[in-house]
């Protein structure tokens, strides 16, 4: 069964930062397209990063360049992304996705939902005062 599972939110200051990881399993990890989006409360779900996991390209969202990195392991099966300067606005349930056999996409396809089929339940970050 294909599934990934996200970890590492928590609750932060502002100018904080955080580490989550999204493990993935029951596919290729090698040949697989990953990608972090974000859900603020009452508003749509944002792809903020992406990872082609054979080749290590990487797309992002152009506004969080900078303050967002996105990694892996590719041993442990595990994508990171790494936050950094965090801000309240940032405050989000953020979801790791995955596609197995991903095609060749441009930045806005890696960073839509449309690609992905296999979601995790996401990971709540909270950024305060």
């Known amino acids: 069964q294909e599934q990934v599972a996200e970890s590492g939110g928590g609750s932060v200051q502002i100018g904080g930062s955080l580490r989550l990881s999204c493990v993935a399993s029951?596919?290729?990890?090698?040949?697989?397209?990953v990608a972090w989006f974000r859900q603020p409360p009452g508003k749509e779900r944002d792809g903020v990063a992406a990872?082609?996991?054979?080749?290590?390209?990487?797309y992002y969202l152009d506004v969080e360049k900078g303050r967002f990195t996105i990694s892996q392991d590719v041993a442990q099966n595990t994508v990171f992304l790494d936050l950094s300067n965090l801000q309240p606005e940032d405050t989000a349930l953020y979801y790791c996705?995955?596609?197995?056999?991903?095609?060749?996409?441009?930045?806005?396809?890696?960073?839509?939902?449309?690609?992905?089929?296999?979601w995790g339940q996401g990971t709540q970050v909270t950024v305060s005062s």
């Open positions: 029951g596919f290729t990890y090698s040949a697989a397209c």
């Open positions: 996705a995955a596609e197995r056999n991903c095609p060749p996409m441009t930045a806005r396809q890696a960073l839509g939902t449309a690609v992905y089929r296999t």
């Open positions: 990872l082609y996991t054979g080749s290590g390209k990487t």
